[in-house]
C-alpha cells in the first residue's frame, strides 16, 4: 500500500496531495483563475511563473495537513503529460528534486488518467473494465479501461472539446472565464428548447455518422450567429434561455454517445471525469439515460472534477503498486496519448523532454 506525494501543474492550479493507497490524506489547491480572468483565458507564461511562486507552499501546506513527514512517504509523482510545457516543467523538476533529495521513486503520471482515477477517491473498491467518460477544457473522449495503465480510446472530439465550447461560448455571451459554471447557473433558469441548436455528427466516408466521436464547433458557431442576428434586430439577448439551450445540446450529444458506447461493448458501469463532469445538466441527463438501461453511473465528488494533485497521487499509487517507476530523465509533453501511458515507466522506451 503506496503513500504518495502528488504535484499537479499541467495548467492554471498549483495542486499538492498526499494519497495513502485510495484514501486522500491532503488536496491542496491554489486556484490561478482571477489571474487569467481578464485576459478571458489561460496565458501559460503567467500560469507558469505563478507555479513558481506558489509550488513550495503548496507543498509544506500538503504535509502539513495530511500531518506526515517525508518518512512516511513512499514515493513523489507528478503530472508529466499532457499540458502546458511551461506549467508541466514547474511541478516534474519539484517532484524529482524531492525524489533525489529523500530518496523516493518517482512516478510520472499522464494527466488523463488521473481523472479516470478521480472517481477511485471516493469509490475505493471500484475495478476495470468500465467506460469513461472524460470531459474537460481540453479533451472530450470515450475511454475504454481495462486496467490499469492499458486504455482503448473508442471516441473522441473532432475539434472543440466539450469544456472549450463552454468557455467560448460564455465568452460570447459576455459572461466572463471560466464558462461552464456560470452557463451551468444560467441555464436553470431558462429554457432548453427555446432556440434548437444543431447536434455536431461525424461523417463516414462509407455512410452514415460515427456512433461516439462529437464535434461541437458547429455548435459554437450556430450560438455566434445566433447572437450576432439578435443584435442586427435589435432585440434583447435572452442569455438564460441561449446557454440552456447551449446546455441541454452538448449534455444530449454526449448522453446519447455514452450510453450507445457502454452497451455496444457490454460495459456496465460508466465513470465520468474532468471539469464538465460537475456540470448539474449532464450528471441528470446521463443518471436518468444510465437508468434506463440498468447500467451504472459515477461522477467524482466536485473537488475531484476540476484538475487536482489526489486524483494524480490516486494514480500513482496504482502504479507503484505494481511496481512501476519512471527514470528521473523523463520529460514533459504538451500532447501525449492515454494509450501511451505505459512508456512513462520504462526506461528504454520512455520519452525524453
Not at 481578464?38 to 495537513?65: K, M
Request: hydrophobic share 40%; aromatic share 6%.
Amino acid at each position: 500500500m503506496a503513500c504518495v506525494l502528488a504535484i499537479e501543474t499541467s495548467c492554471d492550479e498549483t495542486a499538492v496531495a498526499i494519497v495513502n493507497n485510495r484514501k486522500c490524506c491532503s488536496n491542496i489547491v491554489a486556484s490561478q483563475i482571477p489571474m487569467h480572468r481578464q485576459y478571458g483565458g489561460v496565458v501559460p507564461e503567467v500560469a507558469s511563473r505563478s507555479h513558481l511562486e506558489t509550488i513550495n507552499n503548496a507543498i509544506a501546506q500538503a504535509l502539513e495537513a495530511a500531518q506526515l513527514d517525508w518518512g512516511a512517504i513512499d514515493g513523489i509523482a507528478a503530472t508529466c503529460a499532457p499540458g502546458l510545457v511551461g506549467s508541466l516543467l514547474v511541478g516534474v523538476t519539484a517532484a524529482k528534486t524531492l525524489a533525489i533529495v529523500h530518496n523516493k521513486p518517482f512516478v510520472g503520471v499522464h494527466h488523463l488518467e488521473g481523472h479516470i482515477y478521480a472517481t477511485y477517491l471516493s469509490e475505493p473498491e471500484l475495478e476495470p473494465p468500465f467506460l469513461s467518460l472524460l470531459v474537460s477544457g481540453g479533451h472530450t473522449s470515450l475511454i475504454y479501461v481495462k486496467t490499469c495503465g492499458s486504455y482503448e480510446i473508442l471516441g473522441a472530439t473532432r475539434d472543440d472539446a466539450a469544456g472549450e465550447a463552454f468557455d467560448k461560448v460564455a465568452r460570447l455571451l459576455k459572461l466572463g472565464y471560466p464558462g461552464g459554471p456560470v452557463i451551468d447557473k444560467l441555464a436553470r433558469e431558462g429554457n432548453p428548447k427555446a432556440f434548437p441548436l444543431p447536434e455536431g455528427k461525424i461523417s463516414l466516408a462509407s455512410g452514415g455518422y460515427h456512433p461516439y466521436d462529437s464535434s461541437f464547433s458547429g455548435l459554437k458557431t450556430a450560438v455566434l450567429r445566433l447572437v450576432q442576428k439578435l443584435e442586427q434586430e435589435h432585440s434583447e439577448i435572452p442569455v438564460t434561455d441561449i446557454a440552456a439551450s447551449f446546455q441541454e445540446t452538448v449534455v444530449r450529444s454526449l448522453t446519447k454517445r455514452t450510453i450507445a458506447c457502454a452497451l455496444d461493448y457490454g460495459l456496465d458501469t460508466i465513470v465520468v471525469g474532468g471539469g464538465v463532469a460537475a456540470n448539474s445538466g449532464l450528471r441528470q441527463q446521463l443518471q436518468a439515460a444510465a437508468t434506463e438501461h440498468n447500467l451504472r453511473v459515477i461522477f467524482p465528488p466536485l473537488k475531484f472534477c476540476t484538475d487536482n494533485a489526489a486524483m494524480i497521487g490516486c494514480a500513482a499509487t496504482d502504479h507503484l503498486n505494481q511496481g512501476h517507476t519512471s527514470p528521473l530523465t523523463l520529460g514533459v509533453r504538451s500532447r501525449m496519448p492515454i494509450t501511451k501511458v505505459m512508456e512513462l515507466y520504462s526506461e528504454v522506451e520512455g520519452f525524453r523532454g
